[in-house]
């Protein structure tokens, strides 16, 4: 069967910023070979959901969003991409026959011989491995973007070598695989002629950058970036805690641009769950990098995540991490139920039956956490009420003179907002402001011209 006429798609996409920017590399393929992306579903004849595969409930959600899209527009093609298909196509599409194709995540350059195919009318497992890539180099100018104005993810590294015992990544998106220097710079050159000022760098661990030819290049990443003319920031998303770079304080504490804000998922306090997770760190020695970092840079921010419920813990673990946290005084917290995930080390250490019976503690223990965190991240963000600080504008308040954007305090989708109180701002811009009280765990300010 051949296809006719000017083929139509949609992606919709789920999880991470990963995700996303292969979602929008993706759509720069398939724009490439011909097709049109469309914002409507019903005027698309492939659907795309670009599933995540990395815990449990993720799964979950990927399944259920494409059933709710094929129940309401039967009359389409739909296609499982990502993560979730790439690690566990074969079964899908045994037990998914609602899915007309699934198609993995590590040769996007691929996804429209994918898409073609189920266009055809022909069901398809297409799950190319990383090696049908000619490299992590060269892929294409991505045109659309799912941000707001003025931001970008960048994805400097796909996969990762760590291997924490909880973690399915490396099983799904392989080993490290980092891309090079040059072909970022010139992806940042390309986005500021666009327009694009905040550059938020994503990877498993930005850290590691390098380390697949035989050296960190981190630090030399964020120089070549400095020697960039231009008004940006730039935002380091992830960093494993046991071989954080100390060498990029003194860049960015010389580079603004480079924003003092660090993603750095600690997970536990307790050595002993550390151990099992396959982490070399304690409570002690990550309580004496934040005090580095925050001697190095006063003003740093520092966003973490809890991993609670892993197999073994006991109420003498949990009472360590309380002290962690209290003692860490972390501006952002995400806390986490630990998933099993089949094919991790962690996944040996309990039973199925032992993991469903605990579900119920580890929900409480988590939201027990993230209660006593709330006046922590309130407190760290306290110290920034009466300062003067850049905002990035993201959208308006439709029919008020209010504006939603972010300080370099605040990553995109996971930390707080700025509240500007003002007229005639452009999504997309950066507008110096006064902070003038904290909501809850939000920011309000007002633009600095009218202080």
Request: with cysteine; charged share 30%.
């Amino acid at each position: 069967m051949e296809i006719q006429g000017n083929r139509r798609f949609i992606i919709e996409n789920l999880g991470c910023a990963k995700n996303q920017v292969d979602a929008e590399v993706m759509i720069s393929h398939m724009e490439a070979l011909g097709w049109t992306y469309v914002e409507d579903p019903e005027q698309a004849e492939l659907i795309i959901v670009n599933s995540c595969g990395f815990i449990q409930s993720a799964k979950e959600e990927s399944i259920q969003v494409s059933l709710d899209l094929k129940q309401r527009y039967p009359g389409k093609k739909l296609m499982m991409a990502g993560c979730f298909a790439q690690r566990n196509g074969a079964d899908l599409m045994a037990s998914l026959p609602e899915v007309d194709g699934f198609f993995g995540n590590q040769a996007l350059s691929r996804v429209g011989f994918a898409a073609d195919e189920v266009l055809k009318g022909q069901r398809s497992l297409f799950l190319p491995g990383a090696e049908e890539e000619s490299s992590v180099e060269g892929e294409p100018t991505r045109n659309r973007m799912f941000s707001f104005p003025g931001t970008a993810f960048i994805k400097i590294s796909e996969g990762c070598d760590n291997n924490c015992s909880y973690c399915a990544i490396p099983l799904i998106r392989g080993g490290l695989r980092s891309r090079s220097i040059a072909e970022i710079t010139g992806e940042i050159r390309e986005l500021l002629t666009r327009g694009c000022r905040e550059f938020n760098f994503v990877g498993q661990d930005l850290g590691s950058f390098g380390a697949d030819r035989g050296v960190v290049e981190f630090p030399e990443l964020l120089k070549q970036i400095s020697r960039l003319s231009g008004d940006f920031w730039v935002r380091l998303l992830y960093m494993h805690p046991d071989h954080f770079p100390l060498e990029i304080l003194d860049i960015i504490k010389h580079d603004p641009r480079i924003l003092p804000y660090f993603d750095i998922p600690f997970q536990h306090g307790s050595t002993r769950i550390l151990r099992k997770m396959g982490r070399r760190g304690n409570a002690g020695k990550y309580l004496e990098l934040l005090d580095i970092i925050r001697t190095a840079l006063p003003d740093a921010v520092i966003r973490s995540t809890f991993l609670v419920g892993f197999p073994g813990e006991t109420r003498k673990d949990r009472e360590i991490l309380k002290d962690f946290q209290d003692k860490a005084r972390l501006d952002w917290l995400g806390v986490f139920s630990y998933s099993r995930e089949e094919g991790t080390a962690a996944a040996e250490l309990q039973g199925e039956l032992t993991y469903r019976f605990q579900a119920r503690r580890r929900d409480r223990q988590r939201d027990f956490l993230m209660k006593r965190q709330q006046p922590i991240t309130e407190d760290r963000m306290d110290r920034f009420v009466g300062r003067d600080m850049t905002v990035l504008i993201e959208e308006s308040v439709e029919g008020e003179d209010l504006f939603i954007g972010r300080t370099f305090l605040q990553a995109p989708d996971v930390d707080g907002l700025t509240v500007v109180n003002g007229e005639n701002l452009s999504p997309g811009s950066m507008v110096p402001v006064r902070i003038i009280r904290r909501n809850g765990l939000d920011l309000e300010a007002v633009p600095a011209k009218e202080v």
